[in-house]
């Protein structure tokens, strides 16, 4: 159910307090946030949007945003998503099947909760939690009304933040033709509508850029495109394919039915940095290496796509051809809805690897800034970032003997940090905590991400920025 409109007089009231505290946080604030107060006003309005960035750090609770912050600014200093006007913080629990809480979530049912509104059983992609039924996403509703659609992240476009978006399965791995063993009544033969890589190109969205390309390399099994790999279909639906930055750079349209598909890696994109991995007993003091050598020359970063995933979605809707099934508008009527997710902070969290951790928090911290830069010269965007769950990562003090894994780092500050990993035994992947997590916003309806909302809470705050039923 959707929030009733603010009335005028709380909306006046609501503004003056939060300008208010833009106020106070400007003055502490480091350049580039002297706008804060602005931006509140602004932010606190209701009214359409004409685009949606939404932006996911898988994994990236306070404890994540905080130890970048701390590495790469400095604990005074500011990232790009620390300097958004509406900043509040929702709870991510999924549910068991009878719809009891479940305390900690994985990806696919928190992904499913802001993408269907619906809570859902672990593993589970846009279905619901007892039934198993497929519940329309945030991605469809926009597409049938028009809006031009895209989706970019740094893990196979098959993992479950991005196929929350496009596909319904009952499980999370069935993410291509010869993943199927969890999802029998998913598969084609049993008229299902097959597994996420097949479901994700039939939905015809119109910019997918990632990895995963191990998936789409596989051969579909039934139907029209049998003994076709799932990147074969794709072409036969009109899909560009591009491999690396080169490629990417040279596609200028995804218009008349020309979506593109961008398979950077085999599997999930190699991170940015690299490092020694958290000990038992603890590291030397050390700094990160700002590269890394197993990743390929070519692969774009993940900045760097999602400007070129604006500048089609943009250009698509400015030539008046709307998404898949809808009007679009001559000129653009409708505009774009575009996830973006940082997926590594997940991974490297898991890993108990802080270097590729922060690393891959900073490179999602500079895709904000491209949002939050296309956004001001059109404040009909609405932009939120936010993370689907908190991970394990805590800064402790340097005295502290964790019992688990932890490194000790130099900070670009020049000072020692220590991180703990202990939410599994050494030699076991850490795990996502159940903390509630930060969600920022600015634009048409960000007033909603205000205070302790739920996560389904925030499919309907993009829902009503885009007049979505």
């Known amino acids: 159910m959707a929030r009733p409109r603010l009335s005028r007089r709380r909306l006046t009231a609501t503004a003056a307090v939060v ?22 006003r602004r932010a606190i309005q209701g009214g359409k949007a004409k685009n949606v960035i939404l932006l996911i750090g898988d994994g990236m609770g306070d404890s994540e945003i905080t130890l970048a912050r701390d590495y790469t600014v400095g604990a005074n200093g500011r990232l790009n998503m620390d300097k958004f006007p509406l900043t509040g913080a929702y709870t991510t629990y999924s549910v068991h099947k009878d719809g009891s809480p479940d305390y900690v979530t994985d990806s696919a049912a928190s992904g499913s909760g802001w993408a269907t509104g619906v809570k859902t059983v672990n593993g589970r992609i846009s279905k619901t939690p007892g039934s198993d039924k497929a519940v329309p996403t945030i991605l469809e509703l926009a597409q049938k009304k028009g809006y031009a659609t895209g989706s970019v992240t740094t893990a196979e476009l098959t993992d479950a933040t991005p196929a929350v978006l496009a596909s319904h399965a009952t499980d999370r791995s069935c993410q291509g033709p010869a993943d199927m063993a969890k999802c029998p009544t998913d598969t084609l033969a049993k008229g299902g509508p097959g597994s996420i890589a097949e479901q994700s190109v039939n939905h015809k969205v119109d910019v997918l850029l990632g990895g995963g390309k191990q998936r789409f390399d596989q051969k579909v099994t039934d139907g029209k495109y049998k003994g076709l790999t799932v990147a074969e279909q794709a072409k036969k639906l009109g899909y560009q394919i591009v491999t690396n930055d080169r490629e990417l750079r040279a596609v200028k349209s995804v218009a008349k039915g020309k979506p593109v598909l961008g398979l950077f890696a085999p599997g999930n994109v190699p991170v940015e940095w690299t490092g020694k991995a958290a ?42 051809k709307g998404g898949k099934g809808g009007k679009g508008g001559k000129g653009g009527k409708q505009g774009f809805f575009l996830q973006v997710e940082g997926a590594s902070i997940d991974k490297q969290d898991h890993a108990a690897d802080p270097c590729g951790q922060i690393g891959e928090t900073a490179a999602f911290d500079r895709a904000v800034k491209v949002a939050r830069d296309y956004a001001a010269k059109h404040p009909d965007t609405l932009v939120v970032t936010t993370a689907d769950h908190a991970h394990t990562s805590q800064i402790v003090p340097l005295d502290a003997q964790p019992p688990g894994l932890s490194s000790t780092l130099v900070t670009d500050e020049g000072q020692q940090l220590k991180v703990n990993y202990s939410t599994n035994t050494p030699g076991a992947s850490q795990e996502h905590t159940g903390t509630q997590v930060r969600i920022a916003a600015q634009g048409p309806q960000a007033y909603r991400v205000q205070g302790v909302t739920n996560q389904t809470d925030l499919f309907r705050t993009v829902r009503e920025a885009l007049r979505l039923r």
């Open 19 to 40: 300008a208010a505290s833009a106020v106070a946080v400007t003055v502490t604030a480091t350049a580039g946030a002297s706008d804060t107060e602005g931006q509140a």
């Open 279 to 320: 000990a038992k007993g603890g590291t030397d003091p050390q700094r990160c290496t700002t590269s890394n050598p197993g990743r390929p020359a070519g692969t774009p970063a993940l900045d760097d796509q999602a400007t070129k995933a604006i500048k089609l979605l943009e250009a698509k809707q400015r030539s008046g």
